[in-house]
């Protein structure tokens, strides 16, 4: 099996490098200026000359707030993208996994979203990448759902709770959304998994299990720290200024295939390394 990676260099991409090589198969990892998926005769070309057997696209627009005043840059990374990126892959007979988000959905639901719920994103980022998720269900392939991703690479919500801890006597965090955080090195295992299984395509949901809130889950970074989690002061959303609406309840359910572990567990399986943000910083 040969792996192509999109978006190296950035937190998923990175970890899902780190998870292929485990393989021994070959795997290349492209950034932007390699291979900018937005152009679909170089996708096409490349793909076509590589032939690769699983495509992992973990490039995309993610400022979710500058995507409010620049949607149709962000739909052109995050939606015509893939579909060149599913029309390349049809041509090679190759797999195409698409990482996509829950703020494809509203929000407003009590429980927790099924992967074939109702769609109806409520900002321009999730409008982006449903249109992505359209391209690469159309042409047979998969979508994996994610949300509330840290990981030991580029800017994070973990990393910048450690950054504030050393900075500020307290922080203040949003307690009215809820959500699963989920550690990108799990969830680049999860996307390598399933490429690799007799799955078909389709709609799954990537993320760890169980559920907190934003200020729930600074708390646990602070405790891990040694810091007093008290120092963590819950505010509600429409207390900060975003360009961007946030979804409520961004937790997902896990009806087609198991879900990665606690989103704690994981937390602290992840905090060795993570712990590591802090120490550079001190140093």
């Not at 009215?176 to 078909?200: F, K």
């Not at 989690?229 to 900060?240: C, Q, Y």
């Not at 879900?259 to 001190?282: D, F, G, T």
Request: proline share 5%.
């Amino acid at each position: 099996m040969r792996w192509l990676i999109t978006g190296a260099g950035g937190m998923l991409a990175s970890d899902a490098l780190d998870r292929t090589a485990l393989t021994g198969e070959p795997v290349l990892a492209l950034g932007r200026g390699e291979l900018d998926v937005r152009d679909r005769r170089a996708v096409r070309d490349f793909v076509s000359a590589y032939r690769p057997r699983v495509v992992l696209n973990c490039a995309g627009w993610t400022a979710v707030d500058d995507a409010e005043a620049n949607e149709a840059d962000a739909l052109a990374v995050n939606g015509t993208a893939v579909r060149w990126l599913a029309e390349a892959c049809d041509l090679v007979g190759a797999r195409l996994v698409q990482v996509s988000t829950d703020y494809v959905f509203d929000g407003a639901a009590a429980l927790p979203y099924r992967e074939d719920a109702r769609t109806g994103p409520v900002n321009a980022y999730g409008r982006s990448k449903l249109a992505g998720e359209a391209a690469a269900l159309e042409h047979g392939h998969y979508v994996v759902r994610t949300e509330w991703l840290y990981g030991a690479h580029g800017v994070n919500f973990v990393r910048t709770m450690i950054r504030l801890a050393g900075e500020r006597p307290t922080v203040d965090v949003v307690d009215d959304q809820r959500g699963q955080p989920t550690w990108s090195a799990d969830l680049a295992d999860y996307l390598v998994r399933l490429a690799q299984s007799d799955l078909p395509p389709g709609v799954y949901h990537g993320t760890s299990s169980g559920e907190t809130t934003w200020c729930g889950f600074a708390k646990e970074i602070f405790a891990l720290l040694g810091e007093d989690p008290g120092r963590v002061r819950p505010v509600p959303s429409a207390r900060l200024s975003r360009a961007a609406v946030r979804p409520a309840n961004s937790v997902l359910a896990h009806t087609r295939w198991q879900p990665i572990r606690h989103w704690r567990e994981a937390l602290h399986a992840a905090w060795p390394v993570l712990a590591m943000s802090r120490q550079r910083s001190v140093a």
